[in-house]
């Protein structure tokens, strides 16, 4: 397998044990990947008197990423001597423990620590199915997010988001019906500022110091782009003086 660097996506999930990361680093980089900005929304006028901007925005633009993720156990299993686990886990599991990673950025995490299953007991014990004692009946289902998720895609590019889509391919599987080829069609949707602040637990922090870092480095790369050919371009502009 190549050693060049490998993409990756990075959540922190409650467990049993407290917080778990859950890291998917990418078996194979993707080949293609669409990166798709929409126009930030229109601001609204808060004074009737005053003439509307507009050109006036709120927040900032939309961004997404979407790309297709390929895994197969056979490369996993030949790649054994240089990562046993792995290759373990491609005997035991086929691609399944890697599919089971990506599905489960998918489910909501409750914000008193419980998790999926500390949703689903609130829910179930709410709900008066008889599985619970009287005095837990008035529980209620405690508010939960999807996971907050770092896409690290070199070193440029460090990025908050929530998975916005998932579709998964099932293609070959061993004799035990385990998948042993899949791919993966993935849409990312990268975090605002203003979501960033409702983010719960310690991804919050993190979360935003990403977001403040990749932003950063886009705008040094921008500015990298004034080379003598826009000089020439700035030139021929009119000038307003």
Not at 98 to 120: C, F
């Given at each position: 397998m190549?050693?060049?660097?490998r993409?990756?996506?990075?959540?922190?999930?409650?467990?049993?044990?407290g917080?778990?990361?859950n890291?998917?680093v990418f078996?194979?980089?993707?080949?293609?990947?669409t990166?798709?900005?929409?126009a930030?929304?229109?601001?609204d006028?808060?004074?009737?008197d005053?003439?509307?901007?507009?050109?006036?925005?709120?927040?900032?633009?939309g961004?997404?990423?979407?790309?297709?993720?390929?895994?197969?156990?056979?490369?996993?299993i030949?790649?054994?001597?240089s990562?046993p686990?792995?290759?373990?886990?491609?005997?035991?599991?086929?691609?399944y423990?890697?599919?089971?990673?990506?599905?489960m950025?998918?489910?909501?995490t409750?914000?008193?620590?419980?998790?999926?299953?500390?949703?689903?007991?609130?829910s179930?014990?709410?709900s008066?199915?008889?599985?619970?004692?009287a005095?837990s009946?008035?529980?209620?289902?405690p508010?939960?997010q999807v996971p907050?998720?770092?896409f690290?895609?070199?070193?440029?590019?460090?990025?908050?988001?929530?998975?916005?889509?998932l579709t998964i391919?099932?293609?070959i599987y061993?004799?035990?019906?385990?998948?042993?080829?899949?791919?993966?069609?993935?849409?990312?949707?990268v975090l605002t500022?203003?979501?960033?602040?409702?983010v719960?637990?310690?991804?919050?922090q993190?979360?935003?110091?990403?977001?403040?870092?990749?932003q950063?480095?886009?705008?040094?790369?921008?500015?990298a782009?004034?080379?003598d050919?826009?000089?020439?371009?700035?030139?021929?502009?009119?000038?307003?003086?």
């Amino acid at each position: 397998m190549s050693n060049s660097m490998r993409g990756a996506l990075v959540a922190f999930t409650p467990s049993f044990i407290g917080l778990m990361p859950n890291v998917i680093v990418f078996q194979f980089n993707p080949e293609t990947i669409t990166h798709t900005w929409t126009a930030a929304q229109a601001a609204d006028s808060t004074d009737k008197d005053a003439k509307p901007n507009p050109l006036a925005v709120k927040g900032v633009p939309g961004e997404s990423f979407a790309f297709t993720l390929a895994m197969d156990s056979n490369d996993s299993i030949a790649d054994g001597s240089s990562n046993p686990i792995a290759a373990g886990l491609a005997k035991l599991s086929g691609v399944y423990t890697r599919l089971a990673a990506l599905e489960m950025l998918q489910y909501p995490t409750g914000s008193s620590g419980g998790g999926l299953i500390g949703g689903v007991s609130a829910s179930i014990s709410s709900s008066g199915l008889g599985l619970s004692t009287a005095s837990s009946a008035s529980q209620t289902v405690p508010q939960s997010q999807v996971p907050t998720v770092l896409f690290i895609w070199g070193p440029q590019r460090i990025v908050p988001v929530r998975v916005t889509a998932l579709t998964i391919t099932e293609r070959i599987y061993d004799s035990m019906l385990n998948p042993s080829h899949a791919e993966a069609q993935i849409t990312l949707r990268v975090l605002t500022p203003d979501e960033i602040v409702s983010v719960d637990g310690p991804m919050q922090q993190l979360a935003n110091i990403a977001y403040v870092y990749t932003q950063g480095l886009r705008q040094v790369q921008a500015a990298a782009n004034l080379g003598d050919a826009a000089a020439q371009i700035i030139g021929m502009l009119p000038t307003p003086f």
